[in-house]
Structure formats: C-alpha cells, structure tokens
C-alpha cells in the first residue's frame, strides 16, 4: 500500500501516529479541513501558513465543473489548489446521502481521482443511513465492500486507496465491514455515514459503531472519522482511537455567524468579547469582527485556528498520558455528549486491558459518572499500578 501508518504513543484507545502517504508524511491526530474550491472562505496556502499538513476535497465537485475539470486534469490538483501537502479527495459517496444519486460511477471516480493526482483515492461507498433496515443495511454493505474490492482491482493493491466502513447502526456489521477491510489489506479506512449521528447528538450510537469498527479493524489501520469537524467532540472521538477528521464546520459555521470554542459554538452577535488568545481574536474586538467586511472569512479564520489548536491539544495529552482529563472536561460541555462519553466508560473489559490508559483518570472518570459494581470495581482494581 502507498499509505502506511506508524503508531507512536498510546492513551485510552487514543494514539499519536504517523501517517505516511507516498513521500508525504502527516502527525495524527489530524485535521483535514474540507476545500470547496467554488467558495474558498481560506485559501489551502493559508491553511498551509496556519500548519496544516492535509487536506480534503470533492473528487465529484472537480469532475462535475465546467469551471474546475479541465485545468485540474491538466494541471493536477496540487498545483491548481497551491498546495503541496496531502490532498484527499471523496468520491461523490457525500453527495450520495444528500441527492440519493450521483451521476459516476466507481470506476469512473477512481480514474479521475487518479488523473488529478489525488493522494489519497476513496472510491464510490454507499453511504447507509443510520435508520436504515438491517435488510438494506447489508444489501448496501455489499455493494460497498464489492466497490473496495473493485477499486483495488481497477488502480492495484499499492494504491493510496481509502476504504470507507459501512454498516449503518449495527455494531455487527461495522465490525465485520472493518474485519473485511483489513483482510483485504487497506491500512486507510474511514467510518462513514456517521453525520446524521452527530447532527442528531446520537453519541451513545456513534460510540457503539466505532468502537465496533476498530474491534474489526486490524489496530494499525489509520481511522478517519468521516464528516466530525466540531472541535467539542474530538477528545472523546480519539478516545474511541480515531486518527484523522475532517472539517468544513470551521466554514460552515462562519457561514452562520457563529464562533467556534472548545465547549461549543456561540453567535458572534452575542458575544461581547472574543474569549481565544488567536491573531484574529488579538487583533479585532467582537464590534469590530461583526462590523468587518470580513465578517465571515475572520470568523472561518478563527474557526478554523480553535479547531487545529485542539487538535494540538488531543496530541500533548496522549503524550502526557491525561487523554481521560481531556475528554472528561469536553463532554461535560454537553449533556448528549456525556452520554456518548458514559457509553464508552461501560467498555470495561476493552479499556483496563489497554497496555497505557491513564490510569488515575480512569478511576477518578468512572467513579463519578457510573454507578460502581463489583464488575467495575475489579476491572479498576486492574488498573491499578502494581
Ligand atoms: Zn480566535
């Protein structure tokens, strides 16, 4: 595979990592921020100055484009974009769960993601809605892991080839999608379709099919979260050991005129003060940011500065072994959070066999947010530092 993946430290089921793509190499967790090149509210060579090492775009938006096709087959996407990192792009699979259709097909996506010179190729998944049937669910799971199989056949297994996991909400089929997945040899693997989870605040539910999935998934496959981009969530997602996100929140939420922190979002119309230390929130106060012109792009900027700095964050505190004192402070933010939060607490078993949980956290997290057993208070009592 062109893609691999080098674990560093280990915390909770949180990792730091090093991902390696071709000649290009990322430190995990990650932040890839979403490009749109119709609307870029941050051009790639700020995201760039700003210490972004990655990036994602639609594949779909570049082969739809009047605009956009030809001089990103020309030229290539690197140059056309200004940016010499890590491009990924999706395959239209987003576009898929919005319209129901899209006009390519798997094959056709592969090859033009190739032609563009794509770092990272996903090919077309079929995004299953956590409400589906399990009878669809399956159906669409098949499809989906014919499509894998078919991707590599079409661009060969050394391919940077992402393999997007599936299975809508059933723990069962996530954990054999990500079980199949690493058979087949993909060190690259996405869970998909899990935004209607988040907008709907189904933590308990997003923490059941991740943790699913990775229970398939060999533990040296690079886990991108697909479509979490608010920062709140991070701490618990890479608790769960997700490894990359991505992020058009930062863009989206400009949009809105909202102001993006750590426990959440705030209108910048009623904010009386900027409460970040960032250039932007330096250099402008909140009348000043509302009356800009440049309303929405400082606001992007900003956005997009609190998303990366948490991601620094996340990184220093598997270093320092404090993951739990992390995630406890965020989901504490939001009470659909904690829920998601408590949800992984009951993974007993799973998390005092970890080799390097930090410990003191551990206990301290469990005993003021589950109610203890005996079961529990064994499981604690083996995480006990001898
Ligand atoms: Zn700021």
Redesign the pocket.
């Known amino acids: 595979m062109a893609i691999s993946f080098e674990i560093l430290e280990e915390d909770i089921f949180g990792r730091t990592g090093r991902l390696k793509v071709g000649e290009k190499i990322l430190k995990t967790p990650a932040l890839l921020p979403v490009v749109n090149p119709h609307l870029p509210l941050i051009t790639p060579a700020e995201m760039k100055s700003l210490g972004v090492g990655a990036l994602i775009t639609n594949a779909y938006i570049f082969h739809r484009s009047k605009e956009f096709r030809e001089p990103a087959l020309t030229r290539g996407l690197h140059d056309l974009l200004g940016f010499d990192g890590i491009i990924m792009t999706d395959s239209g699979s987003f576009q898929l769960s919005v319209y129901g259709d899209v006009e390519v097909s798997n094959s056709d996506t592969l090859l033009f993601q190739q032609s563009i010179g794509s770092d990272i190729i996903v090919p077309l998944d079929i995004p299953t809605h956590p409400d589906t049937s399990r009878e669809q669910t399956e159906k669409e799971l098949g499809t989906t892991m014919d499509r894998l199989r078919e991707a590599m056949e079409i661009l060969g297994p050394g391919a940077p080839l992402a393999a997007p996991i599936q299975g809508g909400a059933f723990p069962d089929l996530r954990e054999q999608a990500g079980r199949t997945a690493g058979e087949m040899g993909f060190t690259f693997t996405p869970i998909g379709a899990v935004v209607p989870l988040m907008e709907s605040y189904r933590y308990e539910d997003l923490v059941r099919v991740v943790l699913a999935a990775k229970k398939g998934l060999p533990s040296s496959a690079c886990v991108h979260l697909f479509g979490a981009g608010h920062p709140v969530m991070f701490a618990l997602a890479v608790a769960m050991g997700c490894d990359l996100f991505d992020s058009a929140a930062y863009a989206l939420y400009a949009k809105e005129g909202r102001?993006l922190t750590t426990h959440g979002s705030k209108k910048l119309a009623e904010l009386s003060e900027?409460?970040?230390?960032?250039?932007?929130?330096?250099s402008h106060s909140a009348d000043e940011m509302r009356q800009s012109p440049e309303k929405i792009r400082l606001l992007a900027?900003?956005?997009l500065?609190?998303t990366l700095t948490e991601i620094s964050r996340i990184r220093q505190a598997i270093s320092d072994g404090v993951l739990w004192e992390l995630v406890d402070e965020r989901c504490r933010s939001h009470p659909r959070l904690l829920r998601g939060y408590r949800t992984l607490l009951t993974y007993t078993e799973e998390l005092a066999a970890r080799d390097r949980i930090s410990k003191r956290g551990f206990l301290l997290v469990r005993a003021c947010l589950l109610p203890l057993t005996v079961s529990h208070l064994v499981a604690c009592r083996s995480t006990i530092p001898s």
């Open positions: 102001y900027l409460p970040c230390s960032c250039e932007v929130c330096r900027r900003h956005n500065i609190v």
